[in-house]
């Protein structure tokens, strides 16, 4: 079953007109460990989170620094024509436009099941929460090269004809802001793309002017939120020089003094920071210096990256976690793509691609440190290197952004044996990348409206800086000091679902079903008494052809025999979140409608407009 959209009833949760509030208990593990004895304890721990979603979505502008590139103007034309509704002529059929790809847009989450039928309910993830739509955007940038996005848009020979002629008029006043380009952080052979640069070498002139660039574009369109993203070329990693761009001071002391390592990149996410507007790298190149992380903290602003997560990386992050989680041990990877559009060439140059090479290569790091069993440790107590790796990218123009993936992973198997699986996907590029910017600067710009506070905190405050939230959708996730990067895709995309199930007061989805599990002579389970409750209503006969989960498909023999039990005895009115709501409640940890845990008050009732 589907819904477009929810409200949330419980005792936890008030809908007002600014906000939507949620009184969340999080109940997570911690495991004490005894150095001496060897001896693990796990403990489970709840901590209690208020958090507060304004319901204010407003007006948002994307600035794309690399606006004219391939992933530029196809942002630029995908939203023109999705926001016209416009379809095209192929020789495989009419095409009409759509936002596949993008998970707020085409990607659904389950809600919980049908209280009468046991059905699964799923709506879109955009309907969490209030968000902006990409159609809403107000489209921005800088590029280097001075071509309007029509001009650049037939240059990037992404998409069909059909479409771009039907946009070209539109994207064709748009033209891109200049830019900076220093020494050698992209490849020489972009060189002759850079006519439309800012005047001189001054850095710190240079960052003034961009920050008025960001002023000037949010008060020409009159927006609430500025998202600023590196889709520019892939610049070689800079150097970390102690005193020079290791603290903010430092950096901003070196921007001013036109320091040779400050990287156009840096100098953008300095420009974002400063302007209070959330900065994410879709490149892999090393922009986050700590000066830049450090700054990020000092102002509180969101900065994400590194490099977007669209084709084969996403493919191996999702085999490599399956063969682990199997128990199977991989052994190598093999992964060589080549690729003809800008992107490849620019990364033809050996500093830009091994800047690829270490973002791709760190993919599966977690996954095989998270299985000592297949990867011990080594006699000096090191840790595995885990399976060989190697990342191999190749420039063949004549392919353009149909870019060739062909990956090659061996597994040790039961009792000596080797299994080898081969894949080879045609990406086109662009076309897999765009979605993600958009979901990208979606979810910023949704960071920026969730603030939480426990009990322990005097106010509400937004996540950290570093908006490791956005980790399904970048290859080489930045996350905040201390904290373990999480490359595996499920995780990654379940911790979007819950962390907005928990801004509504929801529980996270455990996938543990015990209500469809229990034993035919234990009417524990609240869905088949939900389905047998609504067939008695209907006055349909409850017998195993109707009664079961499944959404009235065949029913089975554990539901049939299931005796009818009032819904009441589960928790009834005010929670039908679960069974989880009244427990709550009986535990003392929340009351009668009060946002507060312990708090008094009425019930506050959610307005019937949807979130
Ligand atoms: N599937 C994908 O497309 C994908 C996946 C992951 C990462 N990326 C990264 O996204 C970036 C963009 O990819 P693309 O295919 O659009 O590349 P592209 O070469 O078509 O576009 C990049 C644009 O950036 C411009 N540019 C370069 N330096 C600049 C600067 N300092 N300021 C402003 N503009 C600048 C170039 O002129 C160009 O128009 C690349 O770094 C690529 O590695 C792409």
Redesign the pocket.
Known sequence: MFIPNFTVRSPHVRYTEEAIEATYRYETTQVETNGATGEAVAVPTTATYHFRTGRHVGRVGLML??L?????TTVAAAISANRRGLSWRTKAGTQSANYLGSILMSSTVRVGANAATGEEVHTPLRAMLPMAHPNDLVLGG????GADLATAMRR?AVLDVGVQVQVEEELSSIKPLP???YGDF?AAN?AS?ADNLLPGDDKGAHLERIRADIRDFKATNNLDTVIVLW????ERFADVLPGVNDTADALLASIKASHAVVS?STLFAVASILEGCPYVN???QNTYVPGAIDLAVRHDVFIGGD??K??QTKFKSVIVDFLVQAGLRPTSIASYNHLG???GR??SGPSQFRS?EISKSSVVDDVVAANELLYPRGPDGAPNAGPDHVVVIKYVPAVGDSKRAMDEYSSDIFMGGTNTIVAHNT?E??L??SPLILDLALLAELATRITYRTPEMGAHTHFHPVLSLLSYLLKAPVVPEGSPVVNALFKQRACIDNTLRACVGLPPENDMRLEQRAHPTQPMGRLGVAAAAAAAATGAAADSDTAGAGGGAKGTRAEAVRPAIPAKAFGGEGAVHGLNSNAWNANGMGNGGSAEPGGGGPAAAAPPDAP
Do not use: E
Request: aromatic share 4%.
């Open positions: 620094v690399g004219g590139g391939n992933n530029g800088w590029d280097i090269n990037a830019s900076v380009m992209i972009q793309r889709t520019a070329n892939t156009p879709g490149s892999p490099d977007f669209s084709g559009n800008n992107d620019n990364l690829k990406c590029d662009s897999l990348a």
